[in-house]
């Protein structure tokens, strides 16, 4: 596990001391930029790991970061053309890393969602455009922003909703870029306003909505359905109109489902949709169920802009 992810993941146990806010129908958030929740009547309460792990894969995906580590920089992914593997067509991608001194040695770390972070073979570097390339760059290389045979690249296996984190880590642990990509999005536009849904631990047992181009600074309903219940958490823009919230689509008596979300917009309604399953060996609750619907709001590690 990188430095930056033991260092989140420490901030969000130090985080759980302070009391969770707890909504009823009309969920009233008294601290702004937090990750909202829900969960589904007669589920047990997600454990603190749990909802840590959904906080940074929440802040990883909101590009907004403030540490030592970072400076500021994010991954970008551009698409190249389309790899055919025996799991079927996938695109494969160029990545940049605008701004990533060039006098370090990197590797490429990957995050999915229930494992523990990944990193690959060999060494990474970039040139003066940011782009990541197999070998030191030559002086001809230095401002290229494609080089064939000397680029760095990914072609990730995935399905529908399904997100890869991807982190750029120098090796001598003084510099981690991150970035997210969703292949395949699962996604909904309405009147300028989209919403989409990423898988968050396997077979969906939680997963993260990402609304944009909604009023800036406003409270927006969400309306959950899963297999005849519902639920309503309320999602936070930022100034940008943006905001990223969690669900989980689980319901008891049930081990596979729909879920729908609904973002209730003044001017736009859009919707998606996910199936779901229970996890083949998920370990029983630990907690007793509510009785009815919560929604619930998790502290950022920094504030949210």
Excluded at 57 to 85: C, H, M, N, P
Aim: proline fraction near 11%; hydrophobic fraction near 35%; include cysteine.
């Amino acid at each position: 596990m990188s430095p930056l992810h033991r260092f989140l993941l420490a901030a969000v146990i130090v985080s759980f001391s302070f009391p969770l806010v707890a909504y009823a129908k009309a969920p009233k958030q008294q601290e702004r930029g937090g990750l909202a929740y829900a969960t589904f009547p007669g589920q047990p309460a997600p454990t603190k790991d749990l909802l840590g792990d959904l906080l940074v894969q929440a802040r990883w995906d909101d590009e907004i970061w403030a540490t030592s580590y970072s400076r500021g920089l994010k991954l970008r992914f551009v698409k190249v053309d389309s790899q055919t593997t025996p799991q079927g067509a996938f695109t494969r991608y160029r990545v940049i890393a605008e701004g990533a001194p060039e006098n370090k040695v990197y590797e490429w770390r990957v995050w999915r969602p229930g494992q523990e972070i990944q990193s690959e073979p060999g060494d990474i570097y970039v040139n003066g455009r940011g782009l990541l390339m197999t070998h030191r760059p030559r002086p001809e290389e230095e401002l290229s922003a494609q080089i064939p045979g000397g680029e760095f690249y990914i072609t990730p296996e995935a399905g529908p909703a399904d997100p890869f984190r991807y982190e750029l880590h120098s090796r001598d642990s003084q510099l981690v870029v991150v970035g997210s990509l969703v292949p395949q999005p699962v996604t909904a536009e309405d009147h300028g306003c989209t919403l989409e849904v990423r898988i968050a631990r396997p077979n969906a047992g939680a997963v993260l909505f990402v609304a944009n181009g909604l009023p800036a600074d406003s409270r927006i309903p969400l309306v959950l359905e899963s297999e005849g219940q519902n639920a309503t958490l309320t999602m936070e823009t930022d100034n940008g109109g943006r905001s990223i919230v969690a669900g989980f689509p689980y319901v008891s008596g049930k081990t596979q489902g729909i879920l729908k979300a609904t973002a209730e917009g003044p001017d736009c309604l859009p919707a998606v949709t996910l199936p779901w399953k229970v996890e083949a060996k998920a370990p029983p609750p630990t907690t007793p169920p509510p009785t009815s619907s919560t929604a619930k709001k998790i502290p950022w590690i920094w504030p949210h802009k």
